[in-house]
């Protein structure tokens, strides 16, 4: 065997073996936006996203990443809707990081933010669009005719009056002569075959039998498995070790220091775990050895009472409630919560003298290869990075650590090294959903609608985001504290607007109580001017039936927030018995603008629900000595099959561009069962996860 192979070589070795690019396609060349890349065996690439084959295959560059959302249907669907390819004959590959498939609203190649559709709509379309001319533009030069004369449909080109067609295969050879037009006409939407309709997903086939590759399963030949000793306090650092007791376990090849801590490479995962267990391992624990959750949730409560950063102010607030005879007021608390992605963090890398690869369920292609040419020293041309399936992102993948130990540890020991992460690794060392706290000041006019609305959000800086107050208040003041008690914190399914849209939507509930009105009733007179949001909210209580009664015990609850281009509404039904409260029932309204795949806006919107439900009910990361007390699904719960509730979700049809659909059904879902536990109980949770003995 060459033990020192090409890149080409040693990626279809590593595709061979289950690794490599993964998905079960070849190695693509990629070619520049603007010039066309001619492949060999007939083949044609007239940009850097459509590849031609002569059997009329059709492979789409896939630039974002496949984390379960169905994003790998989808923007292949856009591209193939412009091409007017057959669907049938479409495929997708995982695209290498090149600056012609950055995110335009990112700036870089990553999948985050519901951007996926939202930034790549518009260069797919076109890149479609132009390959669609192109293809026309050589049949009507082979025929004699006018390209005016033809149309494109089913991955053929016709000439009605002639009764001619072609395959597009068979005008590869023609096509490669032209010059792709730039800016060819794009489809009108009333002619969309593709765009709107079921479409089956491209990567089911390969999870159901169980081919598709994901991170943790990436082979390559003479492959180590790591895994890594870090301090468990937050911000600790080694003292000191002894690496002999996990150098004497059996398989284990290579104790090592890294960043992070302390590597043990061996041959299999259980060696490696094996020797990780026996290390003697001293750590200095740091400034943080004695925080606890006690002491954050008294942080942010004196925090909040300060005054904040000014980031909304109409009107004057803090007047019209010294004025007030009557000041409504409420605390609202969210806890630290992980992101729990059902495949832990892992990274493959080999490094070389003359380049490095990585293999990686990533959010962050641009950022990974950046991150491992600064630890090998290569330049970023000599770094590909290769995106495999993802169990699971919420964020927690737009960071870069498990890329940095696993490209540290290569470098280190020269040789392609797996790092792997525990469970228990992976809940005590996330970058967390922060904490944080609210307390909102509001009064009422004669007909009991809000004059002045005042609130404070306290918390580390991602936890101040995503204040979205639709309602029309004349008096309107929003301020923001920065208190960050030092607990690594990151992206988490729509960050800010996961716990913002918990307090503002509740806090209009007690209004509307407070007031002696319907909630719903009470929200769509004060939306006149937000139609997106009435028209979400207006669905979804009509299709839950907003009004019916329901037996004792039960109470029905509503909540509407916009998060990511997106407008989500949804109801929720509850039962509450011997203090267990059961989500039964959800009715969710969205409003994405125009659905690309509504199948999967209806997946996505599901599992926001079920996402979102787990934070309300049980999520919470707790610190005890500078540590994460919760290690495993048996002490951080999520929710069971068992639990599910039924979710019906419905599309607002609108004209409008298409919007995110990943994030923004999560932030409405706890208020939504909040108010719904106060319609059956009276009692108002202003702290998550619901429980009623936290009532207020």
Sequence with gaps: MDMNPSRRTFLKLAAATGGGLLVGFDIIACSRADRPYRLGDGNFSPNSWIHLAPDDSVTLMFAASELGQGAMTTLPLVLAEELEADWSKVKAAPAPVNPDFDNPLMGQQMTGGSTAVRGYWEPLRHAG??????????????????????????SEVFHDASRRRVRYGALLAQAAKLTPPSNARLKDPKDFRLIGKFIARLDAPAKVDGSAVF????????????????????????????????????GVRHVVVIGSGVAVAADNFWAAQRGRAALAVDWDFGSKARLDSAAIEAQLRAAVEREGETTRDDGNAVTALAKATRVIEARYETPYLAHACMEPMNCTAHVRADGCDVWVPTQAQTEAQATAARITGLPKSKVNVHTTYIGGGFGRRLKSDFVVEAVELAKAIGAPVKVLWTREDDMQHDFYRPANCARLRATLDARGRPAAWLQRVAGPKSALGGVNIPYAIPNLRVETIEADPGVPVGAWRSVGASQNAFSVECFIDELAHAAGQDPLAYRLQLLADAPRHRAALSLAAEKAGWGRPLPPGHGRGLAVYTAYAGWVAHVAEVSVVNGAIRVYRVVSAVDCGLAVNPDGVRAQTESAVVFGLTAALSGEITLENGRVV???????????????????????????????????????????????????????????????????
Excluded at 641 to 660: D, F, M, S, T, Y
Aim: with cysteine; net charge positive; aromatic share 4%.
């Design 129 to 154: 669009a132009n390959t669609r001319e192109l293809l026309i533009a050589a049949a009507a030069q082979s025929w004699g005719v006018a390209a005016a004369e033809c149309r494109a449909q089913n």
């Design 215 to 250: 991170g943790q399963d990436v082979r390559l030949p003479g492959l180590l498995t790591a895994v890594v000793a870090r301090c468990p306090v937050f911000g600790g650092s080694l003292k000191s070790h002894d690496a002999a007791p996990a150098m004497a376990v059996a």
């Design 630 to 696: 919760q290690g495993n699904f048996d002490d951080y719960l999520l929710l069971r099959i068992g639990e599910i509730p039924k979710i019906e979700v419905h599309l607002v049809q609108n004209a409008e561009p298409p919007g995110g659909v990943g994030e923004p059904g999560v932030p409405p879902i706890a208020p939504a069962v909040a108010n719904a536990v106060f319609a059956a109980t009276g009692k108002r949770l202003r702290r998550l996860p619901l429980r009623l003995d936290r009532a207020g």
